[in-house]
């Protein structure tokens, strides 16, 4: 019957064809990510973007692919000077990052880049919507903690995040009365020791120092922020920012 043998043999084959298919993909959009991440170490952002994009058509899950692909919207959109393109970046930057979230939800990549996300939105938004999504993004930033302890982005994150919070004007006090969650809780002392930590785990970042000082100025410790400033600007730039955050650096010392 060797009808009936073609017959049973179809589906068998079809399935083979298709485990090859899906193989070839997956190899195919790791060689872009591989490319797409020395793009991104050159500081090639938007090239980069485009490849993970490219990668994500072949893999919708691939890990860093989906991260990657929000971190460079939140990045890329905060330059925009337009605040609804700007809030569409942000949005399309958290959506990346849910979906990576639900791909990967033992990895602690996707759980920074939403608060990364969150963090952006929260600036293009009112002060309850705000208040709201400072509590999202503390949830976010520590559970990429909890899973990368030694990861300095997320620290840095959390230092900014708790020296912003601890120092909210009163009338975001006020706005936070009508928030179920109330006011988060930020502290001047975490902030610090924050901040300290994303620095010893990474000293080659411009924009942690520059954030260090930025919180001395920021609760009126200036003596402490000028040895930071005069670090930054001993430094050479590496990331696509560094030569604005060298620039404001050198503007902060020159105003203190």
């Known amino acids: 019957m060797p009808g009936l043998k073609k017959f049973l043999l179809l589906p068998l084959l079809i399935f083979s064809f298709t485990l090859a298919a899906n193989s070839e993909a997956l190899n195919d959009a790791a060689e872009i990510v591989k490319k797409a991440n020395e793009l991104k ?42 605040e609804d393109r700007q809030k569409e970046y942000f949005e399309t930057a958290r959506d990346f990052a849910e979906k990576a979230i639900e791909a990967h939800p033992d990895s602690g990549h996707p759980y920074y880049v939403l608060s990364v996300a969150k963090g952006r939105l929260a600036d293009v938004v009112g002060t309850q919507e705000r208040i709201r999504l400072s509590h999202e993004i503390e949830d976010a930033v ?27 004007s009163r009338g975001e006090r006020f706005a936070a009365r009508f928030i179920s969650r109330g006011l988060p809780e930020g502290s001047n002392e975490k902030a610090e020791e924050y901040l300290k930590n994303a620095e010893e785990l990474d000293p080659e970042s411009i924009l942690i120092k520059l954030d260090l000082a930025r919180h001395y100025i920021r609760v009126g410790e200036d003596e402490k922020a000028v040895p930071w400033l005069e670090k930054v600007l001993e430094m050479e730039p590496t990331m696509y920012d560094d030569p604005e955050h060298i620039e404001e650096a050198e503007k902060l010392l020159s105003e203190l």
């Open 142 to 168: 520590k559970k990429s903690i909890d899973i990368m302890p030694d990861y300095a982005p997320s620290w840095h994150l959390y230092g900014v995040w708790q020296s912003e919070v601890a120092n909210l």
């Open 41 to 82: 170490d050159d500081a090639k952002e938007e090239e980069a973007l485009e490849l993970y994009l490219e990668a994500l058509d072949l893999d919708s899950e691939n890990y860093d692919a989906l991260w990657n692909a929000s971190l460079l919207h939140a990045s890329i959109g905060f330059r925009f000077d337009d």
